[in-house]
């Protein structure tokens, strides 16, 4: 009686046990399914962007006049960016995949400079000219490649999933056809590389981050010691690591680690190798109450940079968060305010110690200037601005346009709305070089 | 009848409060915020000159009330709340301090205009969806407690609004603290500003899609998108860490990629030039 009883649990329990593993099946098939018609569709999606480019680039060629001209080019900035992004949903980032996208984010923003530039009074130069036709022929090879690819998925029955986890796993991915074909794809458009886009061309690299202006000698671990000791005020019994850079980095510097054994707290700062100049300094640690105001942070600032031969400089931008006073510093000169010459602070509101600093900006930009002399008067300027805007506040100005060149601006602070807007008028030639919109406070959403 | 006489006994309440406090002595400065803002910003608005929302924070609007008010009222104008400032502001208006808090703590969408009856100025939130808020919030307090005993309560300044790194918002802030947390949350502090600043030096990279979701949900980017741990509840310090990052500090020295070198097993990775190892992680261009 006993044993049936048993058998009969038991076998209800398998039965149970199976329907379960079963329906556990069906629901990974699923969710496997739609993982893969995504990769799917942003796959062939790729493909017939890639050919639209293709197509509208040779278009571009064949014209002539600004009217059709410029929405071409639009055109092709559009799909540019489409490609770019959809590349961007793949799981290629295992595979080095990146020339195909930088190639995709240059013909990108070749196209918008050239399709927003009034092409009437400044028309394609031949330079430019021979620059498209060369996109033309490279969008040709990677359409051709890729429809390969295409093919051949189509034809075996390929999944994107096996490539997944022929990648995760390191499986012999040189056998895997999709892998194939995408760095066929890489290794052409990489002979590519080396192109001239024309000399209105920069690249999309939208900070390249060398400290060439910095001078001196090189520095030893030792000193790099030194430097952070008295930079920091640090009292002696702190336990210091210091560890060169490798090879990948730009430009060498040393990384300390202070670690205090009476407040537990730790310090972190990267020193430049030439020159021994404090790149960065972290201080991590609890800020729980506010003892000081954000003002007086702004003047313990001050007073440090100016301690540390950081001189001319001025407050930007002061922020708070929760406890922890956020400050970006920049020098002015003849009252000429140098944004690229920033650096950046964070002061606590407990004690209102440093806790952060940042010269990363400054160190790569800073050098000897002679500011030029202004060719339009303020007043020419402000008939640049549109008119609906309130001008509160305005001076002069060296920025980066958007073109990476430093341009001597008028800068003026004004309103619209309820929102304020910062606009940069070129001195020289009264271009609107660059608006933005300031950020406001953004309210908590979901409190009450 | 008995309902002007509740009025009457709260504006009298009120008066009594708003000659009790005044600011403190902090000279007040933009990107501040706490409770001399909210009374700042409030005896703007009393006087007509701040028409935005009470809600705490020192931005470019209040900064702009305060400039014309310092220009009507014959000070010099530095758009700094300081001692005379202030002075001359307490003088010329009044501030119905609990009014103004017990809104703000409320929700409720108000104003603190002079000449008008407080409680024509009160748009109450309606109870539902409040009771709806309260419901979601102690579930979340619940989750929160459940996952990390050990997080300690930071002690945030009462606000209705907050300050962000110039394009970004809350939501950014958030998702990136999930990958970072889900991505080195064994790691030393400084090594997760590091890992939150390569996901910024992506998005600036011509290589990889210029959104913070774009770079983060790159399918096989990050491994814990990939297996779900981005989906934990992040703790305090990696909100911080992508602050650091967000405010413009970058440990990797440029680095666009990292990997733990006991786990990784792709040997393309092993070919990129290498920056610098923080905690178990190399940085790599």
Redesign the interface.
């Given at each position: 009686m006993l044993r049936i009883l048993l058998i009969a649990v038991l076998s209800i329990g398998i039965a149970g046990t199976a329907y379960w593993g079963y329906r556990e099946h069906q629901q990974k098939n699923a969710i496997l399914i739609h993982a893969e018609n995504n990769?799917q569709r942003a796959f062939h999606d790729l493909t017939y962007q890639i050919d639209l480019l293709h197509d509208q680039i040779g278009t571009t060629l064949a014209m002539n006049s600004r009217q059709s001209l410029s929405p071409a080019l639009a055109e092709v900035w559009r799909l540019a960016s489409e490609a770019?992004?959809t590349v961007?949903?793949?799981?290629?980032?295992?595979?080095?995949f990146?020339?195909t996208?930088?190639f995709l984010?240059?013909i990108g923003s070749f196209s918008y400079r050239a399709a927003i530039r009034d092409l009437d009074k400044q028309p394609l130069n031949s330079e430019e000219y021979k620059t498209l036709q060369q996109l033309y022929k490279k969008s040709a090879d990677i359409q051709q490649e890729l429809r390969n690819v295409q093919h051949l998925v189509l034809e075996n029955n390929l999944r994107w999933m096996d490539v997944?986890l022929a990648?995760?796993?390191?499986n012999r991915p040189n056998d895997n056809t999709i892998i194939d074909g995408f760095k066929t794809v890489e290794k052409n458009v990489q002979s590519y590389n080396e192109t001239d886009f024309g000399p209105s061309f920069t690249?999309?690299?939208?900070?390249t981050?060398g400290f060439e202006h910095i001078s001196g000698k090189k520095i030893t671990k030792e000193e790099a010691k030194q430097i952070a000791k008295t930079f920091l005020g640090l009292e002696g019994n702190e336990e210091i690591q210091v560890?060169h850079?490798?090879?990948?980095?730009?430009d060498a510097?040393y990384?300390v680690t202070i670690k205090n054994p009476k407040t537990k707290s730790?310090t972190?700062m990267?020193i430049t190798e030439k020159g021994g100049y404090p790149?960065?300094v972290?201080e991590?640690r609890?800020v729980?109450?506010?003892n000081?105001?954000?003002?007086?942070a702004?003047i313990r600032g001050l007073r440090f940079l100016k301690q540390h031969k950081f001189n001319n400089f001025e407050l930007y931008?002061?922020?708070?968060?929760?406890?922890v006073?956020?400050l970006t510093f920049v020098t002015a000169q003849n009252g000429v305010r140098i944004y690229p010459e920033s650096i950046?602070m964070?002061i606590a509101l407990d004690d209102g110690n440093i806790i952060?600093f940042?010269a990363?900006?400054y160190l790569s930009s800073k050098r000897e200037r002679t500011i030029p002399k202004p060719a339009i008067s303020i007043e020419q300027a402000r008939k640049k601005m549109n008119p609906n805007v309130t001008i509160?506040e305005e001076r002069k100005a060296i920025i980066m346009n958007n073109v990476n060149q430093e341009v001597l601006c008028y800068e003026f602070l004004g309103?619209l709305g309820?929102?304020?807007y910062r606009i940069f008028i070129n001195a020289q030639n009264g271009i609107e070089e660059k608006v933005e919109k300031?950020?406001?406070?953004?309210?908590?959403?979901?409190?009450? | 009848m008995r309902k002007w006489f509740i009025c009457l006994f709260l504006i009298f309440s009120f008066s009594y409060t708003s000659q009790a406090h005044a600011f403190s002595k902090q000279v007040i400065q933009r990107g501040a915020v706490g409770d001399d803002v909210i009374e700042l910003q409030a005896r703007l608005q009393y006087l007509g000159f701040y028409r935005g929302k009470i809600d705490g924070v020192f931005g470019w609007r209040t900064y702009w009330a305060l400039r014309n008010f310092q220009y009507k009222f014959k000070l010099p104008v530095d758009g700094l709340a300081g001692e005379t400032t202030k002075q001359k502001l307490v003088r010329a208006s009044k501030y119905y301090k609990s009014f103004v808090h017990s809104n703000l703590r409320k929700g409720n969408t108000f104003t603190h205009y002079g000449g008008i009856p407080l409680s024509k100025q009160v748009k109450v939130r309606q109870t539902k969806a409040k009771n709806q808020a309260t419901a979601t919030r102690t579930t979340n307090k619940q989750a929160n407690k459940t996952a990390s005993p050990q997080q300690t309560a930071v002690k945030r300044v009462k606000t209705a609004a907050v300050n962000v790194p110039n394009g970004f918002s809350q939501n950014d802030i958030q998702l990136m603290a999930n990958a970072v947390h889900g991505e080195a949350r064994g790691e030393p502090y400084i090594g997760q500003v590091a890992v939150a600043a390569v996901i910024l030096n992506r998005i600036n990279s011509p290589s990889f899609p210029n959104t913070v979701a774009g770079v983060i949900f790159e399918p096989g980017a990050f491994t814990a998108v990939a297996d779900g741990q981005i989906w934990l509840t992040p703790n305090e310090t990696s909100r911080k860490a992508v602050l650091d990052a967000l405010n413009g500090w970058d440990p990797s020295s440029g680095a666009l990629y990292y990997f733990n070198p006991n786990t990784a097993t792709n040997g393309w990775i092993w070919s990129r030039p290498q920056i610098k190892q923080i905690g178990k992680h190399i940085f790599c261009k």
């Amino acid at each position: 009686m006993l044993r049936i009883l048993l058998i009969a649990v038991l076998s209800i329990g398998i039965a149970g046990t199976a329907y379960w593993g079963y329906r556990e099946h069906q629901q990974k098939n699923a969710i496997l399914i739609h993982a893969e018609n995504n990769y799917q569709r942003a796959f062939h999606d790729l493909t017939y962007q890639i050919d639209l480019l293709h197509d509208q680039i040779g278009t571009t060629l064949a014209m002539n006049s600004r009217q059709s001209l410029s929405p071409a080019l639009a055109e092709v900035w559009r799909l540019a960016s489409e490609a770019h992004a959809t590349v961007g949903q793949l799981p290629l980032s295992l595979l080095p995949f990146n020339k195909t996208e930088e190639f995709l984010s240059n013909i990108g923003s070749f196209s918008y400079r050239a399709a927003i530039r009034d092409l009437d009074k400044q028309p394609l130069n031949s330079e430019e000219y021979k620059t498209l036709q060369q996109l033309y022929k490279k969008s040709a090879d990677i359409q051709q490649e890729l429809r390969n690819v295409q093919h051949l998925v189509l034809e075996n029955n390929l999944r994107w999933m096996d490539v997944e986890l022929a990648l995760a796993t390191n499986n012999r991915p040189n056998d895997n056809t999709i892998i194939d074909g995408f760095k066929t794809v890489e290794k052409n458009v990489q002979s590519y590389n080396e192109t001239d886009f024309g000399p209105s061309f920069t690249n999309v690299e939208k900070r390249t981050k060398g400290f060439e202006h910095i001078s001196g000698k090189k520095i030893t671990k030792e000193e790099a010691k030194q430097i952070a000791k008295t930079f920091l005020g640090l009292e002696g019994n702190e336990e210091i690591q210091v560890v060169h850079s490798g090879e990948g980095a730009s430009d060498a510097f040393y990384s300390v680690t202070i670690k205090n054994p009476k407040t537990k707290s730790e310090t972190y700062m990267d020193i430049t190798e030439k020159g021994g100049y404090p790149i960065w300094v972290i201080e991590n640690r609890p800020v729980n109450k506010q003892n000081i105001s954000l003002n007086d942070a702004t003047i313990r600032g001050l007073r440090f940079l100016k301690q540390h031969k950081f001189n001319n400089f001025e407050l930007y931008e002061s922020t708070q968060y929760d406890h922890v006073a956020v400050l970006t510093f920049v020098t002015a000169q003849n009252g000429v305010r140098i944004y690229p010459e920033s650096i950046k602070m964070k002061i606590a509101l407990d004690d209102g110690n440093i806790i952060g600093f940042s010269a990363r900006d400054y160190l790569s930009s800073k050098r000897e200037r002679t500011i030029p002399k202004p060719a339009i008067s303020i007043e020419q300027a402000r008939k640049k601005m549109n008119p609906n805007v309130t001008i509160m506040e305005e001076r002069k100005a060296i920025i980066m346009n958007n073109v990476n060149q430093e341009v001597l601006c008028y800068e003026f602070l004004g309103t619209l709305g309820d929102d304020t807007y910062r606009i940069f008028i070129n001195a020289q030639n009264g271009i609107e070089e660059k608006v933005e919109k300031l950020q406001n406070p953004e309210p908590i959403y979901g409190e009450i | 009848m008995r309902k002007w006489f509740i009025c009457l006994f709260l504006i009298f309440s009120f008066s009594y409060t708003s000659q009790a406090h005044a600011f403190s002595k902090q000279v007040i400065q933009r990107g501040a915020v706490g409770d001399d803002v909210i009374e700042l910003q409030a005896r703007l608005q009393y006087l007509g000159f701040y028409r935005g929302k009470i809600d705490g924070v020192f931005g470019w609007r209040t900064y702009w009330a305060l400039r014309n008010f310092q220009y009507k009222f014959k000070l010099p104008v530095d758009g700094l709340a300081g001692e005379t400032t202030k002075q001359k502001l307490v003088r010329a208006s009044k501030y119905y301090k609990s009014f103004v808090h017990s809104n703000l703590r409320k929700g409720n969408t108000f104003t603190h205009y002079g000449g008008i009856p407080l409680s024509k100025q009160v748009k109450v939130r309606q109870t539902k969806a409040k009771n709806q808020a309260t419901a979601t919030r102690t579930t979340n307090k619940q989750a929160n407690k459940t996952a990390s005993p050990q997080q300690t309560a930071v002690k945030r300044v009462k606000t209705a609004a907050v300050n962000v790194p110039n394009g970004f918002s809350q939501n950014d802030i958030q998702l990136m603290a999930n990958a970072v947390h889900g991505e080195a949350r064994g790691e030393p502090y400084i090594g997760q500003v590091a890992v939150a600043a390569v996901i910024l030096n992506r998005i600036n990279s011509p290589s990889f899609p210029n959104t913070v979701a774009g770079v983060i949900f790159e399918p096989g980017a990050f491994t814990a998108v990939a297996d779900g741990q981005i989906w934990l509840t992040p703790n305090e310090t990696s909100r911080k860490a992508v602050l650091d990052a967000l405010n413009g500090w970058d440990p990797s020295s440029g680095a666009l990629y990292y990997f733990n070198p006991n786990t990784a097993t792709n040997g393309w990775i092993w070919s990129r030039p290498q920056i610098k190892q923080i905690g178990k992680h190399i940085f790599c261009k």
